[in-house]
T-cell receptor, first 118, second 113 residues
Framework: GAVVSQHPSWVICKSGTSVKIECRSL??????MFWYRQFPKQSLMLMAT?????????EQGVEKDKFLINHASLTLSTLTVTSAHPEDSSFYIC??????????????FGAGTRLSVL | AQSVTQLGSHVSVSEGALVLLRCNYS??????LFWYVQYPNQGLQLLLK??????LVKGINGFEAEFKKSETSFHLTKPSAHMSDAAEYFC???????????FGKGTLLTVNP
């Protein structure tokens, strides 16, 4: 149980294009989803927190117009990197927190998306 | 405010030896603590969690961790390392109502044959 699917796993795009990454909770309803960015050999950096049906809350220093987050349902959140540039190349990981008591305090992670911007 | 310190960015052990990965935390509220494992180019997999029940927590793959409030520690151990344990390990803490996780910088575990 508590599986989070993230798609795509790898994307290469040209500079200036937009890329959408999907995060789905497959077998539970996710009250909250989180988006992280991870640089090589470093820890995860929280970018934003999204709750179903409301606007995402972005961490300090994260451009909300650059990283658009939509949490349309209790099982789906999307991150769109708009007008991507080479400096946006990174590993992006989502996680989901469940509604039920047993899943509330635990974040389950997707497999990550490797974004390479040429 | 919360923080996590993982002592040792790289730990190397021989196959069959004890694994000990250290984690100290700081939290202004009663913490929930987690250990996650990350294999190359993959997301994070939950190894085990402490959520204010038993202080000795058993997880998957033979790992366990002990919550010691007096030492503000949550060290991860495994009696006998296996080659498949080689990965990056992250300790994390949460305790606020926003359920945000604060991660340590990670410890890379290598297992030598």
């Amino acid at each position: 149980g508590a599986v989070v699917s993230q798609h795509p796993s790898w994307v290469i795009c040209k500079s200036g294009t937009s890329v959408k990454i999907e995060c789905r909770s497959l077998d539970f309803q996710a009250t909250t989803m989180f988006w992280y960015r991870q640089f090589p050999k470093q820890s995860l950096m929280l970018m934003a927190t999204s709750n179903e049906g409301s606007k995402a809350t972005y961490e300090q220093g994260v451009e909300k117009d650059k990283f658009l987050i939509n949490h349309a349902s209790l099982t789906l959140s999307t991150l769109t990197v708009t007008s991507a540039h080479p400096e946006d190349s990174s590993f992006y990981i989502c996680s989901a927190r469940g509604q039920l008591a047993g899943l509330k305090n635990i974040q389950y992670f997707g497999a990550g998306t490797r974004l390479s911007v040429l | 405010a919360q923080s996590v310190t993982q002592l040792g960015s790289h730990v190397s052990v021989s196959e069959g030896a004890l694994v000990l990965l250290r984690c100290n935390y700081s939290s202004s509220v009663p913490p929930y603590l987690f250990w996650y494992v990350q294999y190359p180019n993959q997301g994070l997999q939950l190894l085990l969690k402490y959520t204010s029940a038993a202080t000795l927590v058993k997880g998957i793959n033979g790992f366990e961790a002990e919550f010691k409030k007096s030492e503000t520690s949550f060290h991860l151990t495994k009696p006998s390392a296996h080659m498949s344990d080689a990965a990056e390990y992250f300790c994390a803490v949460t305790g606020g109502s926003n359920y945000k996780l604060t991660f340590g910088k990670g410890t890379l575990l290598t297992v030598n044959p």
